[in-house]
């Protein structure tokens, strides 16, 4: 039919989704001719060439190539009108094979789906708790750290007490006795001094890690 004609412009063309279904209806068409000419003319068991055959099969499918041509100018495929210019084309393309339907690989690709859709909700699922779980794990974390630093801080602070206060009674008692020496005196106030100042020393660097292990349990704490 003329695209230029009344009629093709009053009538509507023939719609086909995407070029894969005009090259499925050709093949259906040239296997439905190829059964019914193996029905009429069968093949000759031991004979290698069939001249009538073969001009048959030409013909045959010289017919469908024509018919296919000629209807072509009626055809839309994906909205776009389709021509017998482009069928010329689309027939010097490689043919698609097509597979028969298979039940169980359909349902093999369903469950596939399906076990999909699950794992995105166990994944969706993760994502709202892990986090929130893993903070509060930090957390306590955090705050058994801070406990046992000032378990540490508060054993030191008593022992460097003790000490200091042993050799202060060591210093008292010295200077008491008779006898004393002046370098008994000196060793005793030289070891509650080296108390004090181990106290003074480790209670910095305990002081700064609670401090910091503080920050980040509260930093924690906040975004939980």
């Known amino acids: 039919m003329d695209p230029d004609s009344q009629a093709s412009q009053n009538q509507r063309r023939i719609e086909l989704q995407s070029p894969e279904d005009l090259a499925y209806l050709i093949s259906n068409v040239r296997k439905a001719a190829t059964a019914h000419l193996e029905e009429a003319l069968p093949r000759i068991e031991g004979q290698r060439e069939d ?77 709202r708790s892990v986090p929130a779980q ?10 058994a750290a801070i406990q046992r630093d000032e378990e540490l801080v508060q054993q030191r602070r008593e022992e460097v007490g003790r000490r200091a206060e042993e050799q202060s009674e060591g210093v008292l008692t010295l200077s008491n006795k008779k006898g004393s020496t002046q370098e008994d005196m000196e060793e005793g106030f030289r070891g509650a001094v080296e108390g004090l100042g181990m106290l003074k020393r480790d209670m910095p660097a305990v002081v700064a890690r609670m401090e910091r292990a503080r920050v980040a349990g509260e930093y924690v704490a906040e975004g939980r």
């Not at 028969?100 to 369903?110: C, I, K, M």
């Open 134 to 143: 893993a903070a509060a794990e930090h957390a306590a974390r955090i705050e």
């Open 51 to 127: 001249r009538l055959r073969e001009d048959i099969a030409a013909l045959v499918n010289q017919y469908i190539d024509q018919t296919f041509r000629l209807c072509s100018d009626n055809l839309s495929i994906n909205g776009i009108p389709f021509t017998s210019d482009q069928y010329e084309t689309f027939t010097t393309c490689t043919p698609q094979a097509y597979e028969p339907f298979d039940s169980r690989t359909r349902q093999r690709v369903a469950d596939l789906i399906t076990q999909e859709e699950k794992l995105l909700e166990e994944v969706a699922a993760l994502k």
